[in-house]
Structures are given as structure tokens and as C-alpha cells.
């Protein structure tokens, strides 16, 4: 979190010079031209977003929900590895040059990158391709999946409702979803729904259990329920203490979709929208099973471990791997989206523009979603004081001053959102690959490129 945090301030920077670049800001043509990298893939693309577009841990929909910038491959039944030209690298355009040389390295077929300060329109770019077998450039306009930044908008959903008194953050969750809410789950008339929201209920974390992706194997084509999942997630029993001990879940953040649906009699996507989409303006963002955003979408992939432990358990053939310099990838479009795009849910289902996601990140705690005092319980309310996870957010510090920041990992997509309050900017970062190493996340590509930012800047 301190290097995504240094990371940021770059970002600031860069956020800074377009607020001032006012009505000289190029449009998307005369600017992608302007970032194109010296590669045969297919160019960056930087445009402007429109200003209603917006949107750490890890959260993975079950079986199926980045990309490279190599240019050709080839998708054939069984993988054939395909030559690919190297990116080469731009030495008039060092922030491209940056992301291509992150894309070379993890094997990330395209990403994209949005930024805004003070809510203005995002600064929007695009690396790589959006699809392998054609090589469909990635552009701003690709609806990508943001996985557990999810889990940020529904816990200030949660935080709304108590604060509208419909809601008691220390209740047990019983009170609001029955006694059989998580039928069998030995700690379950005592959850309370603090503990969902800071990850202290117990629960398995159902998105990277391979019970859970052999269960998904035999029905990639048949949507999962939430009561589903805390079947499955109450059945395989606590993984952890309850109340004290942390353990990143998903399956809490079902249940909280669940209460916000108990609570107020409407849908959780249709509070979503009403209570911060709709508010912020935010007309490229939705969240699935309930509503689907129309093309273009990015194409995901799986890659590295991931790739290898997928294919076996989920009975997957050649038709759904693809070889790209010696590595194979998982092609999640060839693949039954319907349960994957359906176990995220409230814990990891949203879709949006890239530019959605900053402004989403920017909104929720600048003011137009959560009042000061929620925002001081979102980001400091854990179970556990001493926690910095608060409660559906990670918290940091730089030079004293906060740093909000969610990361979200399914098959296929992996995203990065922070926001810095004392600079009033949001950022987010997507890569169309799932199963880059640690060592080198998309928070890492954050990191390499503060420096030029900040040079840009």
C-alpha cells in the first residue's frame, strides 16, 4: 500500500496537468496518435472520458471471470505456441513504453488506465488488445470486470442504511436475514454485520476454493444463487475465529448483498445504482447478474498457476487455451460466462468503463456518496482498531496523509482503485489477465510509472 501510495502522487501529478490542459485536451484520434508506441500491436489508445462515466483484496468469481501486448495470436482447439514481435519500446512516449514493458513482463494482453482529480473527466488510456485471437485493440470504451472493488461499493450502501437507521453495523445479521441465513454455519446467529463487512465472520473464501471450482465445473452454464453460495461457504465451515480474526471472504459480502435486499425491498443493483451510480453519474457501470453492459467488452484470460490448476479442475480442453510465446493462457470468452458472471455478485460483479471506476473511487469518499462521519466508519470502523482494512476499503498512510485503495482479481481481469483525498484524485487500472506474479501486480505497474507521471506532470 506505501509504494501504490507513492505511486499515486505521480498520478496526481498527471491529473493535475490535464485539469489545466482545459479545452486544449486533444481528442481521441489526434492524442492516440500522439502516445502510439513503436510496436506492431495494436496502438494505445488516450482519450478523454465523458464526465458521466466512472466506477484489496482479492476476489475471484468462481470458475471463469488481462491481456498482452503481443500482437498476433492464433486460438486453435489445441495451443500452438505463436511468434510474436516484442513491444518495441518508445522512447518519445516514456509512459507507454512503461506499461508496454509491464505488459512484455507479466504477459498482460492489453490495460487500462484511467485518472481524475476534483470529479473532472478522467484522463483515459489504452494499452495492448482487448482480444487475442483477433487483435482487437483495448480501448477506453471496453467494459472490463473490477472484481472486489465491488466490495467498496456495497459496503457504503451498508454504511447509507445505518446511517438512515434501517441498518445497526454491530446486529447480528440474523435480525435481518433470518435464522437459516447461512443454514448449518455454527457461528451464525452471532455474526454481526460489522463482521461481514471487515472480514472477521469466519467464512471460507469460496472464489479461490477448488471445492467450490469443482463444484462450478459442473455447471459453468447454470447461474449460482448468493443463498448458494453461503450454502456451499456454511457447509464447508469457519476457516477462521469469529470476530477477531481477519480473513479476506467474498462470501460475507454475498451476504451483505443479501441484507441490503432484505432491508430496503428492492434489488441490490437497483440500490447500487440509486444510491451512487445514478449520483455519480456513472452511466457505463453495472453490476451482474442483474444488468449486463452492452459491447464492446473486454475479452479476459487466465494465466500462469492459475492456468495450469483451471484447466484440470474444471475439465477445460484446448478449445479454451491459447499459447502466446511459450505461455498458455485460459480464454474465459470461450467459456459459459453464466456462473461466473453470476458468484461475484455484491462481492465482485461490477462492469464499467475504466473511466467509471476512478470516478467511482473519487466518488464514494469525496462527499457525494458518504458524509465525513461515514467515511471516518468506511475506512477506520474494522472489528479489530488496529486494522487498516476498514470496512470494504484498505487504508494507508503517506507523509500522513490517507490513502483508500481496493484491489480485484476474477478470472480474467485484475484491477487496482485507490483514491488520495488530500489531492482529491481517483485512479484505476486494469489488466485483461488473471495470474500475474505478486511480484509484478498491476499495484506494481502503479509504482514504475510515478515517476513519469510526476515528469509529465
Request: net charge negative; with cysteine; proline share 7%.
Amino acid at each position: 500500500m506505501k509504494r501504490l501510495a507513492s505511486a499515486l502522487l505521480g498520478l496526481v501529478l498527471l491529473a493535475a496537468a490535464c485539469s489545466s490542459a482545459g479545452d486544449t485536451t486533444p481528442d481521441t484520434a489526434s492524442d492516440a496518435t500522439a502516445v502510439a508506441p513503436a510496436t506492431e500491436a495494436a496502438a494505445p489508445t488516450t482519450t478523454a472520458a465523458p464526465a458521466t462515466e466512472a466506477a484489496p483484496e482479492t476476489t475471484a468469481a468462481p470458475a471463469p471471470t488481462t491481456q498482452a501486448p503481443a500482437p498476433a495470436a492464433t486460438a486453435a482447439s489445441t495451443p500452438e505456441t505463436t511468434e510474436a514481435a516484442e513491444p518495441a519500446a518508445d522512447p518519445v512516449n516514456p509512459l507507454s513504453a512503461a506499461v508496454l514493458e509491464w505488459m512484455d513482463e507479466t504477459g498482460a494482453p492489453g490495460v487500462v488506465l484511467a485518472v481524475t482529480r476534483g470529479g473532472a473527466e478522467p484522463l483515459t488510456f489504452a494499452w495492448g488488445v482487448s482480444d487475442l485471437a483477433t487483435d482487437m485493440p483495448m480501448t477506453p470504451d471496453h467494459h472490463v470486470r473490477i472484481g472486489s472493488v465491488t466490495k467498496s461499493v456495497t459496503a457504503a450502501v451498508v454504511l447509507q442504511l445505518v446511517a438512515e437507521g434501517l441498518v445497526d453495523l454491530d446486529a447480528p445479521v440474523a435480525q435481518y436475514l433470518g435464522e437459516d441465513w447461512a443454514p448449518g454455519y455454527e457461528h451464525a446467529a452471532a455474526v454481526t454485520v460489522r463482521d461481514l463487512l471487515g472480514h472477521t465472520s469466519g467464512f471460507v473464501e469460496f472464489a479461490v476454493n477448488t471445492k467450490f471450482y469443482q463444484l462450478a465445473a459442473s455447471r459453468l452454464d447454470v447461474p449460482i444463487t448468493p443463498e448458494e453460495i453461503l450454502e456451499f461457504a456454511a457447509a464447508y465451515g469457519p476457516v477462521a475465529d469469529l470476530g477477531t480474526e481477519y480473513r479476506y471472504n467474498t462470501t460475507g459480502y454475498v451476504a451483505a448483498g443479501l441484507l441490503i435486499e432484505a432491508v430496503t425491498g428492492n434489488t441490490a443493483a437497483d440500490e447500487m445504482r440509486a444510491r451512487v451510480f445514478d449520483r455519480l453519474g456513472l452511466s457505463h457501470t453495472y453490476l451482474t447478474p442483474s444488468e449486463f453492459p452492452p459491447e464492446p467488452t473486454a475479452n479476459g484470460y487466465v494465466g500462469g498457476t492459475f492456468a495450469y490448476v483451471l484447466g484440470p479442475v474444471l475439465g477445460l480442453t484446448g478449445d479454451n487455451k491459447i499459447s502466446l510465446r511459450g505461455a498458455i493462457y485460459v480464454d474465459i470468452g470461450t467459456m459459459p460466462q453464466e456462473l461466473a458472471r453470476s458468484a461475484g455478485w455484491t462481492g465482485g460483479g461490477i462492469e464499467a468503463r475504466i473511466g467509471d471506476v476512478a470516478l467511482l473511487m473519487r466518488g464514494l469518499f469525496a462527499g457525494d456518496i458518504l458524509d465525513a462521519s461515514q467515511v471516518v466508519l468506511m475506512t477506520t470502523g474494522h472489528p479489530d482498531p488496529a486494522d487498516s482494512h476498514g470496512l470494504g476499503i484498505s487504508t494507508e498512510e503517506l507523509s500522513r496523509l490517507p490513502v483508500f485503495a481496493h484491489g480485484g482479481g476474477v478470472p480474467g481481469f485484475r484491477t487496482m482503485a485507490a483514491y488520495m483525498p488530500a489531492f482529491d484524485t481517483g485512479i484505476a487500472v486494469t489488466a485483461n489477465l488473471l495470474g500475474i506474479d505478486s511480484d509484478n501486480d498491476v499495484d506494481d505497474l502503479l509504482v514504475s510509472l510515478a515517476p513519469i507521471l510526476a515528469t509529465l506532470g
